[in-house]
């Protein structure tokens, strides 16, 4: 069975650029995070969706950030415009079901490097 | 509000020795808690978990961590380190009614042969 997968592994871009970053979870997982290491930092949650709903964004930092979940199956995090601040290593996790405490199994990670 | 420490960024052991990663926690309402290691150039993977039931928890690769309410800590430990062991470990915190795990700042694990 295929892990949570995350692309681009690695990606630089200026000050002001937009980035994409995609997350694929798990099969079957309805439920989908997205965290955030800055450097040096501990990892932070950014929000949960289940299925295509927002069920808590309450750590996206800002409005320059837009997740989306349509259809349910993976989720793209947008960055526009990006900022210097915005730097670090993007986590994505999936788990079976919010009824009861799963697991989340975590993806590789997306390193951003705003310049 | 929940809230984590680990107490050390880096922790060095020789191999073959005992190895502690500390971690306390701060949490209004019954904590679920776990360990997560994250192995060079790859994602984050469980080592072990406590919901409830007994506060001596068994995880992966001969790791194991105890709830103490009291002390409101649970710390890591593995009998004998490997060279294999180099990484770095997370704690985390999470409760009932939200399921977002709330992260230490992590440990890093530096085997010396």
């Known amino acids: 069975e295929a892990g949570v997968t995350q692309f681009p592994s690695h990606s630089v871009i200026e000050k002001g650029q937009t980035v994409t970053l995609r997350c694929d979870p798990i099969?079957?997982?309805?439920?989908l995070y997205w965290y955030r290491r800055v450097m040096g930092k501990e990892i932070k949650f950014l929000l949960h969706f289940v299925k295509e709903s927002k069920q808590d964004e309450s750590g996206m930092p800002n409005n320059r950030f837009l997740a989306e979940r349509t259809g349910g199956t993976y989720s793209t995090l947008k960055v526009q415009p990006a900022e210097l601040e915005d730097s670090g290593v993007y986590f994505c996790?999936?788990?079976?079901?919010?009824?009861?405490?799963?697991?989340?199994?975590f993806g590789p990670g997306t390193r951003l490097t705003v310049l | 509000a929940q809230s984590v420490t680990q107490l050390g960024s880096h922790v060095s052991v020789s191999e073959g020795a005992l190895v502690l990663l500390r971690c306390n926690y701060s949490?209004?309402?019954?904590?679920?808690l776990f360990w997560y290691v994250q192995y060079p150039n790859q994602g984050l993977q469980l080592l072990l978990k406590?919901?409830?039931?007994a506060t001596l928890v068994k995880g992966i690769n001969g790791f194991e961590a105890e709830f103490k309410k009291s002390e409101t800590s649970f710390h890591l430990t593995k009998p004998s380190a490997h060279m294999s062991d180099a990484a770095e470990y997370f704690c985390?915190?999470?409760?009932?009614?939200?399921?977002?795990?709330?992260w230490g700042a992590g440990t890093k694990l530096i085997i010396k042969p």
């Open positions: 406590y919901t409830t039931g």
């Open positions: 996790a999936s788990s079976q079901s919010s009824r009861e405490l799963n697991e989340q199994f």
């Open positions: 985390a915190v999470s409760v009932r009614s939200n399921y977002q795990l709330i």
């Open positions: 099969s079957g997982h309805d439920n």
């Open positions: 949490s209004s309402v019954p904590p679920y």
